[in-house]
């Protein structure tokens, strides 16, 4: 009779993370976690490099800046935009700052999605052009010292023009405000020796809807400069030419109201 040796048992095998529903769900998500975390670090890269080693930030043109414009003009009318390009894209000497355009003048026509450069521009020292924009003119008026205020007020100031004409049939001279808040562009070199009546060209910026007045004015009687406080200047609501002769045809003289 053969004898055999009973087999062990063997031991109960245990199951898998896979091997229940609760396991399958911790995997997919431990896997979607890692994916998650190697998709922030691949953006956080992708940023970094765009940013740091291929973008730069620099001003391009969205209108014409004819042969003459000031940067002053670009800067405060907002014809340039900041735009990001890559360091393989940019232009020598690119402007990266809007006030780097600060009394500088445009050396040619300048065209939109163009990049603005340094040698682009120069200084405008003594160019009067790059201090108008839109509907300001330049224009010189001639004005004596009684006048014009000529030694008395300097380039930066803000002045009011007023115009004087005489309409005849014994009206009397009627002074009427051409513009208000002027800038003085420039001014005469004038001393204290000279004749009071002698009249001097000092240049203003003024809003051309204010350019024929002023020329009538220089023309047929007078020009008035009147300066402005530096801060806080208030103006009166005057009446007009019209209304002055009608006053003085009534033989009163017509109310004005103050505004700020």
Do not use: C
Not at 60 to 87: C, D, F, Q, W
Not at 102 to 128: M, N
């Amino acid at each position: 009779m053969m004898l055999t040796r009973p087999k062990s048992p063997s031991p109960p095998r245990g199951g898998g993370p896979l091997s229940t529903r609760g396991g399958t769900i911790f995997v997919a998500a431990l896997l979607s976690l890692v994916a998650a975390v190697a998709l922030l670090l691949f953006l956080r890269d992708y940023r970094n490099d765009l940013t740091s080693d291929d973008g730069v930030r620099v001003l391009v043109l969205k209108n014409l800046a004819p042969h003459g414009t000031s940067g002053e003009a670009i800067a405060e009318n907002g014809i340039y935009r900041m735009t990001r390009v890559k360091k393989s894209e940019l232009a020598e000497g690119a402007i990266t700052d809007p006030n780097q355009l600060e009394g500088k003048v445009a050396t040619k026509d300048l065209y939109p999605g163009h990049q603005l450069t340094q040698s682009e521009f120069r200084l405008a020292e003594g160019t009067i052009g790059r201090h108008l924009a839109d509907f300001d003119r330049a224009m010189s008026v001639p004005v004596d010292k009684a006048h014009g205020m000529t030694g008395r007020i300097d380039v930066g100031d803000r002045v009011d023009v007023l115009v004087s004409s005489d309409p005849g049939a014994g009206f009397g001279t009627v002074v009427r405000v051409a513009a208000r808040n002027v800038l003085v562009l420039a001014v005469p070199d004038v001393d204290d020796t000279g004749s009071s009546s002698r009249k001097e060209q000092t240049t203003l910026r003024v809003p051309d809807s204010a350019v024929p007045l002023i020329a009538a004015g220089a023309d047929g009687g007078e020009v008035w400069l009147v300066l402005r406080p530096a801060v806080g200047a208030r103006s009166s609501n005057r009446t007009t030419a019209q209304d002055l002769l009608k006053a003085l045809e009534r033989g009163n003289a017509p109310a004005s109201s103050e505004s700020p």
